[in-house]
């Protein structure tokens, strides 16, 4: 198998833009060192120094304040104020002379400020000060302190534009290393950029098409189309990949003939199914309906007549001929719902409830049970077979009212929620023992405490029910403790009716109770 393994096609192209990435963090750091150092020069040296300068000038400035102030008037903050400019003065003409130190331009100039500093300080500050307070100077004094002063002035400008041109200069290279930077790492950008659409470019030819084409062949495949197969193209796995999917296609195309085969075998296994039924619940029914016709003749002509050994087993032949008629009908009904002939229409799932509890109501009125009907004031249908699903309903519910002990209530709530409706029937009968909760729905399994107590049945009541209403889609859920009661709920999707053909249910049929028991009619 040729081609080169992608770990080698990716590495190449991570190395090379790796490199550059590398690069271009190294031009990034380094410039941005170089221009921090710049930069903190400025700031931390010669900027503090500028300023120091400027205090120098400002000291003077007070020191002339002071003095003025006590020839004038004599007032002793002055004499204060001029002993801490003073001091500050000292403290600002050492820091300027630190940083000018080596500079022999700016030495000279921050020297020359000095001197004439001191001259003034000496020739006129020092001597107005050592007079009496509110001693005015003479008109000699105050123009040799005047000239001073103004030399002062002349000296401070020559160190002020030393330093302004020494601070323009920091600026500008750590302006000039700054854009440097910039420049270099934008360089390195375009270098990296041009390198990853190049390898962009191999990684396509190389992967990147290679995987698209088998995407098309998995697209297609998807759609039906199992004769199309992948070439071996791109990398040793991609290739790989395509050898496997032709592979598989191969086998799904020997699991399609095996599969028609089977479909073919089970359609022919369930009409054979359904014959067999048929045939036998035919076969089954005619003698049993014979059979019954016999029991009703011998009951009626030896009426009166026999003893009460010979009625019990009237009676039991009569259960047992029942018993067996009702197993045939289950058997044809499970069938029916196991097929796939079911009329769907919409269906008012609160009005076929309230035909169902009809259907009920004479039975449970024998034994003194009531049912209570709760549904929403609006209209609920669902998309279902009506048969079978009142069929299922019809299970449901008599089961409850079968298994409920006499004068017990039965409760049907109906809800919606979420596109949803939700019917729940609630007995407090007899109830299902938890270890065999799990067996419910299974053929002809009946719970041990219903066969104790001799309640009649065939085993296929919650199949049928269970069978109907996954056929529509929908979920059972049962929750039953022994002794306490049982909860069967059924869960379908709603099937919204068309706005012109809404019903609303009038509100005095929303709920019904059968409260008193139903006279049974007549034979």
Do not use: C
């Not at 495949?221 to 290739?239: L, S, T």
């Not at 592979?247 to 085969?261: K, N």
């Amino acid at each position: 198998m040729s081609g080169r393994p992608v770990a080698r096609v990716v590495s190449s192209v991570l190395t090379r833009v790796g490199l550059l990435g590398a690069l271009a963090a190294a031009v990034a750091v380094i410039g941005v060192v170089v221009s921090a150092v710049s930069v903190t020069q400025l700031t931390d040296d010669l900027s503090p120094a500028a300023a120091a300068n400027q205090a120098v000038y400002q000291d003077l400035t007070d020191m002339s304040a002071a003095t003025e102030s006590w020839s004038g008037v004599g007032l002793p903050a002055a004499a204060d104020d001029y002993r801490q400019a003073t001091l500050r003065l000292s403290a600002h003409e050492q820091e300027v002379r630190s940083y000018a130190d080596g500079d022999r331009s700016l030495e000279a100039a921050v020297q020359a400020q000095e001197e004439s500093a001191q001259a003034w300080i000496d020739g006129y500050a020092e001597p107005r000060m050592a007079a009496a307070g509110g001693t005015a100077a003479t008109g000699k004094e105050v123009r040799a302190g005047n000239a001073a002063f103004d030399a002062v002035r002349t000296a401070h400008l020559a160190s002020t534009q030393a330093f302004d041109s020494r601070v323009r200069a920091a600026s500008a290279g750590v302006s000039m290393r700054l854009r440097g930077t910039v420049l270099a790492v934008l360089l390195v950008a375009i270098v990296t950029v041009a390198v990853m659409t190049r390898s962009r470019r191999r990684l396509l030819a190389e992967l990147s098409t290679p995987l698209l084409a088998l995407e098309k062949v998995v697209q297609r495949m998807a759609r039906g189309d199992y004769e199309v197969r992948a070439a071996p193209a791109g990398p040793k796995e991609v290739q790989s990949v395509a050898q496997a999917l032709n592979d598989l296609a191969d086998a799904q195309t020997r699991a399609r003939a095996v599969e028609i085969w089977i479909q073919r075998e089970l359609r022919t296994l369930d009409t054979a199914k359904d014959d067999f039924v048929a045939n036998v619940s035919h076969e089954l029914r005619t003698p049993l309906t014979t059979i019954s016709g016999y029991l009703e003749l011998v009951a009626e002509e030896f009426e009166e007549q026999m003893q009460p050994r010979h009625e019990r087993m009237l009676d039991a032949t009569r259960r047992n001929v029942a018993r067996l008629k009702m197993l045939i009908d289950d058997l044809l009904t499970l069938q029916a719902a196991e097929g796939s002939n079911h009329q769907m229409e919409p269906v008012d799932l609160p009005a076929l409830i309230r035909d169902v509890v009809m259907d009920v109501k004479i039975t449970a009125a024998r034994r003194s049970i009531r049912i209570g009907v709760k549904s929403p004031q609006v209209d609920v249908s669902v998309l279902a077979d009506r048969a079978m699903l009142h069929r299922a309903f019809l299970n449901i519910v008599s089961n409850a009212v079968k298994f409920s002990h006499d004068d017990g209530i039965v409760d049907v709530v109906i809800t919606t929620s979420r596109g949803q409706v939700e019917i729940a029937v609630t007995d407090r009968g007899i109830g299902i023992p938890s270890g065999e909760l799990d067996r419910l729905g299974t053929r002809f399994f009946r719970a041990s405490n219903a066969v104790t107590n001799e309640i009649a049945g065939t085993g296929l009541g919650v199949r049928i029910m269970q069978t109907i209403v996954d056929r529509h889609a929908g979920a059972v859920v049962i929750d039953s403790e022994e002794g306490v009661g049982t909860t069967v709920t059924v869960r379908l999707p709603v099937q919204a009716a068309p706005p012109q053909l809404t019903v609303v249910t009038p509100p005095a049929v929303l709920s019904m109770v059968v409260n008193e028991p139903q006279p049974e009619p007549a034979p």
